[in-house]
């Protein structure tokens, strides 16, 4: 275990010690005094909604053995009640948060694996994972945990493992950048660049600039691409003598490539070349994105030199985080796909074309809005309209704002309008559910996370 010292992190953030041993380890760092355990170290979050400068006494109170705050004044009445305790008084708990993180990172000579990218980043960290985990003993990113205060925590956790897999999100430039520096991943992967959070950055160009910040954090990295994805592939093609780039794909040759693909609905088949061998490979979950999530899993343990055998069974036994292609068997053989918890126009193809693969049943889509999507909003949901006709999905319900613009579009493509419906709400689509729904039905749930779809399947399993 390579834990910190409060010396340490007093020398990391310039921090003043306001009562306390400078010897004392702190091996468990939380913001959240509900979970709190003992001798944990409390860091003092201050957000725009929040701040947890307010609850330093409480963290104390259950248990923490050390309070790391952001200038606010300590009575002497406070320190004596706290005499046991550590006091970390510094200028920004978050500035903070990342170099004590850093310095933690810094301990550890490990494999340390970040993955980027528009969308499918949690489900391939997930397969990533697993993978790694057949080598080494693995800590990876838990659940959406992938920005500036999530990723910090995540390093903290490091006890004795021995291999790192993190999920690296953004909206903006320069958050990727921070990443990178508290990670200094060796291997870096992108997934895709597509159009998430198109409204921020203007470009699928500067998208393509904001993800490859993940590069700037370490030097000589290895770099995974997603060779398919048009902006991926035109990079590699100019930078290939400049990085030690792997690629992966199903359409374009790639170092690896997926070949005699079997879909079926739940669960996808394919062979590829591992070590000059043929090798087939099973992904226990549909779609043909999940086939291109296995096939950078296969580059990274190619990369980390991971057994096939491993390899194989790794992609074979990983599963997903939940909201992610979350499927609830119903009565009456009525099936929920959960993919609710974000949308973009690339993640919206890709449910499409899963729930398109359920041949033999009645395809009912639920969508709602994407959000951040700026001047390109109503374009882009235009362009599910008519996706959603070229996949023959039966009916289409939406709710939203500018989810109208999906059924405006998916009629005018040719869609029947009575196979169209507009909800102003959930409690709208429950009832229009009610009306319509039948025995054998598959029913998608696609939107932001704003539009709070998530809650969707406890209310449809209510009609039961």
Known sequence: MKNLKIKEIIEETNAELIQGNQEEICQNFSKDTRTIKQGDTYIAIKGENFDGNQFWKQALDQGASTVIIENIPISQEDKKKYADKNIIKVEDTLEALYKIAKKKREKYQIPVIAITGS?????????????????????????????????????????????????????????????????????CI?????????????????ILKAKLEILEGTQNPKIILNNDNDLLHNWEQKNQNNYDIYTYGIKEPSDINAQNIELKENQGKFTCNINDKEIKITVPVGGEHFILNALCAVSVGKALNIETEKIIKGIEEFELTKKRMDITQMPNGIKIINDAYNA????????????????????????????????????LHEEVGKVVYQNKIDILITSGKNAKAISKQAKQEGMKEEAIIDCKNQEEIIEKLKQIIKEEDVILLKASNGMRFYELPEKIQKIF
Do not use: C, W
């Not at 080494?136 to 790192?164: C, M, R, S």
């Not at 997934?191 to 699928?204: E, K, P, V």
């Not at 398109?356 to 709602?368: D, H, P, Q, T, V």
């Open 119 to 187: 969308v499918g980043k949690t489900s391939t960290k997930d397969i990533v994972a697993n993978v790694v985990t057949q080598k080494y003993k693995t800590l990876k990113t838990e659940g959406n945990n992938n920005n500036n205060i999530g990723l910090p925590f995540t390093v903290l956790k490091l006890q004795d493992e021995e291999a790192l897999v993190l999920e690296m999100g953004m909206n903006h430039f320069g958050e990727i950048k921070l990443l990178s520096n508290i990670a200094k991943p060796d291997l």
């Open 190 to 206: 992108i997934t895709n660049i597509g159009t998430s959070h198109i409204g921020n950055l203007g470009s699928r160009e500067n």
């Open 344 to 379: 973009s126009l690339e993640s919206m193809k890709a449910s499409l074309k899963y729930l398109a693969e359920f041949k033999n049943n009645r395809k009912i889509a639920i969508l709602g809005d994407m959000l951040e999507l700026g001047e390109y909003t109503e374009k």
